[in-house]
């Protein structure tokens, strides 16, 4: 019905190209416009001014000799003002694009390694997009934007790789905990250190307030009970002591058994080491 009034509608986001006995006449933007055919016009086609996107995956070597796969994005449009360039000069848009990605990728990837090649992605998309800004702005489109999406070496090429990387982090693993055993280690080492020194200390002192005690006592009962000497008075203090322990060791609960000399010749034994060692003691203090 539009033909026969020689109405043409144009939708939204598109131009229509008009073409009078098959030359290029007028661009048409969205609307409704008369292209009367009884005088040869005629609309030749559309060309859509939305964005458009295209994923081209073109395969390429490294300089290390790695064959990877590049997938390139690349989201162009056609300008209005250059509607009929982009309408006539290209008969297909994506294969000229398609060309001009791989012409580049596969120049810019082979002076790469495949690490360098994955951390400089961005400069080969700001390359495709640079030659594909200079090619197709002639021929009408514009391109928005290049983006590198994907990178994908051979199957075994990327096992190898997390080997590779697995690898690198046990030993970092294993070095880091041989390191933190090490440390424990010499903390254990040096607080066992400490400890023994403070242990010994406090032995020592109690040993030395031990003889500094049975010293005062001696000398005090001496001197309260005339015609006793610091040897019967300390006699007399170490069988008090021998009977006090037999004691706690006969009362215990859980105490086992114990077998010691006992008489009044082993008493006068114990007496004369326990003597014999404060003395010592004593004399070394």
Same mark, same amino acid.
């Given at each position: ?89 290209l008969s297909n848009t994506k ?15 082979? +002076? ?8 400089? +992605? ?8 640079k030659e594909l800004e200079k ?30 990387? #697995? ?38 002192r109690q040993r030395q307030a ?46 086992? #058994? ?28």
């Open positions: 019905m539009g033909n026969l009034f020689c109405l043409v509608q144009v939708d939204q986001s598109t131009v229509a190209v008009k073409e009078n006995f098959g030359k290029f006449d007028d661009v048409l933007e969205p609307g409704c416009h008369c292209v009367p055919w009884i005088f040869g016009r005629q609309i030749a086609g559309h060309l859509t001014l939305r964005i458009q996107q295209l994923d081209v995956k073109c395969e390429t070597k490294t300089k290390d000799n790695v064959f990877v796969n590049v997938v390139a994005s690349i989201q162009y449009r056609a300008l209005v003002d250059k509607a009929s360039d982009a309408f006539y000069r294969e000229q694009i398609q060309a001009y990605v791989f012409d580049v990728i596969r120049a810019s990837v082979p +002076k790469l390694n495949l690490d360098d090649t994955f951390e400089q +992605k961005n400069e080969i998309a700001k390359a495709v997009e090619a197709m702005s002639a021929y009408g489109y514009e391109i928005v934007q290049t983006l590198i999406v994907d990178i994908e070496p051979d199957e075994r090429v990327k096992r190898a790789m997390n080997e590779i990387n #697995a690898a690198a982090r046990l030993r970092m693993a294993a070095t880091e905990k041989a390191e933190a055993d090490k440390i424990l280690q010499i903390k254990r080492a040096e607080g066992e250190a400490e400890s023994k020194y403070l242990s010994g200390l406090g032995v020592a031990i003889v500094d005690g049975l010293r005062d006592s001696v000398l005090g009962f001496a001197v309260n009970v005339p015609g006793t000497t610091a040897k019967d008075v300390m006699d007399m203090v170490l069988v008090t002591q021998y009977f006090d322990t037999m004691k706690e060791i006969g009362s215990a609960s859980k105490s086992s #058994a114990v077998f010691i000399p006992h008489g009044p010749g082993a008493v006068r034994d114990v007496a004369t080491q326990i003597r014999d060692g404060l003395l010592q003691g004593n004399a070394a203090s």
